[in-house]
């Protein structure tokens, strides 16, 4: 079995690709299995995410009350911090993904490492973004080359890497290999990050929600709103994202396969042939 | 005050989230259509 997450092709370079199995409309082809990567359980999870979502809406930007130094800003806040919870999370999974990857040399779990990597980056943008639109009322810049911001971008730029290995062009065992190693080390980075405003001084406020948190109750409800809404979404995408890459794997195990087979038609075609001369 | 911000935060971090979630779909639907249903492990 070949142990690699095959991401060198894109979603729609694959449907270009004559679909010799096609079903139409994606919908189920007559077998119980569907043709796409929803199921009654992810379905169940977006319905729940969805309403998680809307909860947060109501919450962050009706229900919950303006801070006295921030204003409306705060609101911000049940953006920002679930959307770090979520990307350390999608980094930790990958890193436990690659550790008993090296150790069982499991394809399931190396999918599993690549898919929490893809999607702690996306929220690791959202991260980035929702930090800087709240920076800027509080701290009258976008952005500052503070240690955590640093950090943080630092950790983007790793993880991006990390995504860059696994679509390298190499022996699917050597690029899943690599790719393992690296899930692992760049997860070092992410303690930096957490670490960071204990460790330098720098703008960034330090822990946010702890044992000692001062915040109104709404607020904190809210965060815990978004915190939920997010963990949701993260689950449903985790899913879909590790079926897509199975799915790839499956393609390209029946390509090579379907190589072979021609390969050996060829070589008995050309047998055949210099007999019969 | 401030909601420029908020409205900009909320507005980008939920079009992100869509877009992936419909790049999520559309791909998997494509790719599904590829793969024989007795081969389609971990899709149900």
Known sequence: MTISDSSSGAGTEAQDSAPQNAAPDGASTGDSTPA??????????????????????????VLSPPEAS????????????????VAYLGFFITMVASII??????LFWDLVAGSAAE???????????SGSLWGRPTWGVYWVWDPRLTSTTVMVVMYIGYLAVRRLELPP????????????????????????????????????VGLDTQMDGLQ??????GLVAFMLIFAWM?????????????????????ALAERRAETNATGLLGRKN | MHWEYVIAGYSIVGVGLAVYAVSLIRTGRALARQVPPKRRRFLD
Request: aromatic content about 12%; cysteine-free; hydrophobic content about 55%.
């Open chain 1, 238 to 258: 985790l899913i879909h994202r590790f079926r897509i890459s199975w799915l790839r794997h499956e393609i390209d195990e029946q390509a090579l396969a379907q």
């Open chain 1, 70 to 85: 921030q204003a409306e800003a705060v609101r911000l806040f049940y953006l920002h911090l679930p959307s770090v919870a």
């Open chain 1, 36 to 61: 796409n990567t929803g199921s009654r359980g992810t379905r169940r999870l977006g319905v729940a995410a969805l309403l998680a979502t809307a909860a947060l809406l109501l919450f962050g930007l």
């Open chain 1, 101 to 106: 990857y090296l150790r069982k040399g499991s």
């Open chain 1, 173 to 208: 065992e050597v690029r899943s290999r690599r790719a393992a190693v690296l899930g692992i080390v760049s997860f070092l980075n992410v303690i930096v990050v957490r670490y960071s405003v204990k460790w330098w001084r720098g703008v960034h406020q330090g822990e946010t």
């Open chain 1, 119 to 129: 999607i702690g980056v996306v929220f690791s943008a959202f991260m980035l973004i």
């Open chain 1, 220 to 225: 904190l409800f809210s965060f815990f709103v």
